[in-house]
């Protein structure tokens, strides 16, 4: 089965970027940009694609849990393939497909993990259910069957009957600090604005690229 998709277009007649518009900090513009995706009722508007890299690229979406001029925090098993990749090349990068509001932010940078106790204090936050999803998946391996995952769900339901929910020590938070912020805005006859900060020393510089 094939499909031409030559004929499927779309003009991006949204909004521009002007230059000089933009914050001296890119991570006030994403914060400017993000609450912009709230209002807007984007569906999940914290999804970002993260791209890994070792012997082979990998990408998925995972969710942004916080952010702060250190960089952009996400949460998953330090033993899965995402993990191992991290582990080998501690460089990543992220992508918020805000298409809605013909918008894409793309985040290059290096990844590191977040202390135990930053850990610790989202892994506090979640509800009982999600604790224990952390606690019964071997994250990336393979399995026969749902009916195994929800066994081991069942299992450590009844573990943690009482009490407070302790966090894996195979479960925490990487944080991707960022190297360079690039701000997407879709415009007419695909002349698209990319505005790039790219940091220098301690501070960013900010240029603009052709579409």
Do not use: C
Request: hydrophobic fraction near 40%; glycine fraction near 6%; aromatic fraction near 12%.
């Amino acid at each position: 089965m094939t499909g031409d998709l030559s004929n499927l277009r779309k003009e991006y007649l949204k909004s521009g970027i002007v230059k000089g518009d933009l914050k001296v900090n890119p991570i006030e513009q994403f914060s400017l940009w993000f609450s912009q995706a709230i209002e807007a009722n984007i569906v999940e508007p914290s999804a970002m694609s993260l791209a890994t890299s070792d012997d082979y690229i990998g990408i998925r979406t995972v969710l942004l849990k916080y952010f702060d001029n250190k960089g952009f925090v996400f949460f998953t098993n330090y033993e899965s393939k995402k993990s191992r990749q991290i582990q080998n090349n501690p460089q990543a990068a992220l992508l918020f497909p805000w298409l809605a509001l013909e918008r894409q932010v793309k985040i290059i940078g290096s990844v590191e993990k977040i202390t135990k106790l930053e850990s610790l204090k989202y892994f506090s936050s979640r509800p009982k259910d999600s604790q224990l999803g952390a606690w019964s998946s071997n994250q990336s391996s393979k399995i026969s069957s749902r009916a195994i995952l929800v066994d081991q769900f069942a299992v450590m339901k009844k573990k943690f009957a009482s009490g407070e929910i302790p966090l894996p020590e195979f479960w925490g938070g990487y944080r991707v600090v960022p190297e360079s912020i690039e701000f997407w805005q879709g415009r007419e006859s695909r002349l698209h604005d990319r505005l790039i900060y790219e940091r220098k020393d301690e501070e960013w510089v900010i240029s603009r690229l052709s579409p």
